[in-house]
């Protein structure tokens, strides 16, 4: 039976705690700090889409150079807090470190990356400055990593900025799509107001592309325009009982949790989970958090070709979640509306796709599972209708660029999930940095 406010005020604080603490003393941090071996041409950096210099900003910890060591991590990714905390760092930065060869744990750069920006935050140091105003103006559509990292990069240049966003909170899916236990509503805002804290940049929020603005009015009012609008529209399954009461899109379940607080968000007891990927587990693990008993990830594919990592699994597996894999939805059953059952197709693997991963064929075999909610977690597309309106190029809505930000719009650039489909925050950081530069080549303005 799906119902809100399964448990008490305390188990909500337990389940949804710091998944991942920080260190409980700066003694603590000096200590991992100093195992570095601070490699020349480290793998670390390399690995990191923003290219932070890890061993740089670690050495300037071992030296208690704290504001040093965040202004090195600021400097390639303003959002360093945040990815701190959400950034997949097994198959990144420390998943390249090269004490995995000596099978010794490797140096945990998230925990210390978040050890300097959190310290920078709370205590508000502002490690830039803009330049004198250039009198160019640049509108952002889209308050996310992307457009965040885009407008601080422009603002540090002297060039102001509007940013546009349809929500009334910037973050983007740091905001409202990742699982409350890795970063919190508040944090999120405090990481928004000390990227704005530079100056010459101002939001404006609940201000859709499409619907309360348009693009062809921002090309008129400003010098460039960068389109980071994300993806949103969620993945339909396209089975029969997929509108019935209890199927739900899982970044509106995650978006519910972050918007409106853990006992107002209602689940069911026996909860079916589709996909997975990050967005899955975050459904999946946060739908056990919130109290139901029982609660079990499908997916098409074998364990192999899963595109969420190892340490995600992990965390599904340790809160109980089951995994059925080789299995596709078929359709939904339903009593009185309401869902009671998911009927599965047993699926074997073909012949390589696109992907380069092996796809999923169906047997012919079927299975039912006894289920009061499905939480459809089988990604997200891009809006294909919004930028094809504009006669933005596109391949099924995902926008096409000349190089690393340009469209085929004269003065119109693009970056993040806009483009990629849907990829990392960090990924999204860098997008916005690409952005900026061809944008200020663009103004002339370096």
Excluded at 282 to 297: H, M, W, Y
Excluded at 362 to 376: P, R, Y
Aim: aromatic share 6%.
């Amino acid at each position: 039976m799906i119902q809100s406010n399964r448990l008490t005020k305390e188990q909500y604080t337990v389940n949804f705690s710091d998944i991942h603490p920080p260190f409980e003393t700066a003694d603590a941090a000096l200590v991992e700090a100093n195992r570095c071996l601070f490699c020349y041409d480290a793998p670390c950096t390399k690995s990191c889409p923003t290219g932070i210099d890890v061993p740089k900003f670690i050495k300037q910890i071992a030296t208690e150079n704290i504001k040093g060591s965040a202004h090195t991590i600021f400097s390639s990714n303003i959002m360093g807090a945040g990815c701190s905390k959400v950034c997949p760092v097994e198959k990144l930065c420390e998943g390249s470190c090269v004490f995995n060869l000596m099978e010794e744990e490797p140096i945990p750069i998230a925990k210390l990356q978040r050890y300097s920006t959190e310290k920078a935050m709370e205590k508000n140091w502002q490690l830039f400055r803009r330049n004198e105003p250039t009198g160019k103006k640049v509108a952002v559509v889209g308050a996310g990593p992307a457009g965040l990292s885009c407008a601080h990069v422009l603002s540090r240049a002297g060039v102001d900025v509007t940013i546009y966003e349809k929500e009334a909170k910037g973050g983007g899916l740091m905001t409202y799509g990742i699982a409350a236990y890795k970063v919190t509503p508040q944090f999120c805002e405090d990481e928004v107001n000390y990227i704005l804290g530079i100056g010459g940049i101002e939001v404006r929020y609940n201000q859709e592309l499409g619907k309360d603005i348009s693009l062809t009015q921002l090309k008129k009012d400003y010098d460039a325009v960068y389109l980071a609008m994300g993806v949103g529209i969620a993945r339909k399954l396209d089975i029969p009982g997929e509108k019935l009461e209890g199927v739900v899109d899982a970044i509106q379940f995650i978006y519910d949790i972050r918007s409106n607080g853990f006992s107002s968000v209602p689940v069911g007891d026996k909860v079916a989970v589709i996909g997975m990927g990050m967005t899955a587990i975050d459904a999946a693990t946060q739908a056990k958090r919130l109290g139901a008993s029982e609660v079990t990830l499908v997916y098409r594919r074998t364990e192999a070709e899963k595109p969420c990592t190892d340490v995600e699994l992990d965390i599904a597996k340790l809160d109980g979640c089951e995994i059925i894999w080789l299995a596709a939805p078929l359709k939904v059953k339903g009593s009185n509306g309401k869902v009671k059952q998911l009927v599965c197709s047993k699926m074997k693997l073909g012949e390589p796709d696109a992907s380069g991963r092996r796809s999923p064929v169906d047997t012919g075999e079927t299975f039912a599972m006894e289920v009061d909610m499905v939480i459809k977690a089988a990604g997200q597309v891009p809006y294909e209708k919004l930028v094809k309106k504009y006669k933005l190029d596109n391949k099924n809505g995902k926008l096409v660029l000349k190089d690393k930000a340009t469209t085929n719009i004269k003065g119109v650039f693009a970056g993040g999930d806009a483009v990629n489909g849907g990829k990392e925050v960090v990924d999204a950081v860098q997008a916005g940095k690409d952005g900026a530069k061809a944008i200020l080549e663009f103004l002339k303005l370096c």
